[in-house]
């Protein structure tokens, strides 16, 4: 149940005081009316576009008492919402060796489309941060088993990501690795680089987070969709409960 929608974010559930907040930041592949990419549209469906799988672990989990997902609802191609809006890469001009000349936009343009989706977007979520403080956030997020423009491989089921908090991280991990997979600690990954979303609102704040990204092709389908939704909410509430 969408419990708010904007151009920004989608908010499904109902946030509660001591439950469980889901940050999805690049849930969505959406393109808002206004914005043209200036690319084939089959790349919208790809991973430069959108963290393919988390938006329905997100909307699965928010049905669960105690649990709620602030989604992005726009493209990280449009606006990247885990960076900084000072950054280059917020609105990128390139993704895995292809070029968005859409976004070649004049300074005046660009602190248009900052306006419009990454400003209330975080101010958003700091309003529901601090209206309905969470036990803990889980910022979701998804990584090809492959980059375009690399050959390296990447073996991880899931990884574990944080900067200087890691104190959720050091209860989920094991956790992880009990459930049989094979996780990456700071893999593929480094929460001390990728991390501008939890760092302003978890990392600023004092605020417990588990940052994951779990491998696309694990959860392209409603099948492996529902079941990481399922081990999430398990893990999460083990974390919750056991966090200092």
Known sequence: ?????????????????????????????????GVDLGI?????D?????????????????QRPGIAAYCAHV???VCDLNRGDHQAATIPHVSDGHAIPGNDLSPE???????RFHHPYHAALSQLLDDAPPALLLSLHSFTPRLATSD????????????????AARIATPLLEAEGLIVGDQLPYSGRVLNYTMNRHAEAEGRPYLGVEIRQDLIGDPKGQAEWAERMVMI??????NLP
């Open 40 to 44: 084939a549209p089959e790349l919208m």
């Open 75 to 77: 493209s990280r191609l």
């Open 1 to 33: 149940m969408i419990a708010r929608e904007t151009d920004a974010y989608r908010l499904f559930g109902e946030p509660k005081f001591g439950g469980i907040l889901i940050v999805s930041d690049h849930a969505s592949n959406r393109v808002p009316e």
């Open 46 to 62: 790809q991973h430069i576009a959108v963290d393919i799988g988390v938006g329905a672990i997100a909307q699965i989990m928010a």
């Open 109 to 115: 343009a660009r602190e248009a489309r900052l306006a």
């Open 152 to 167: 390296e491989p990447r073996p991880w089921q899931i990884g574990v990501l944080y900067n200087e908090d890691d104190r």
């Open 236 to 241: 999460c509430n083990k974390v919750a409960l």
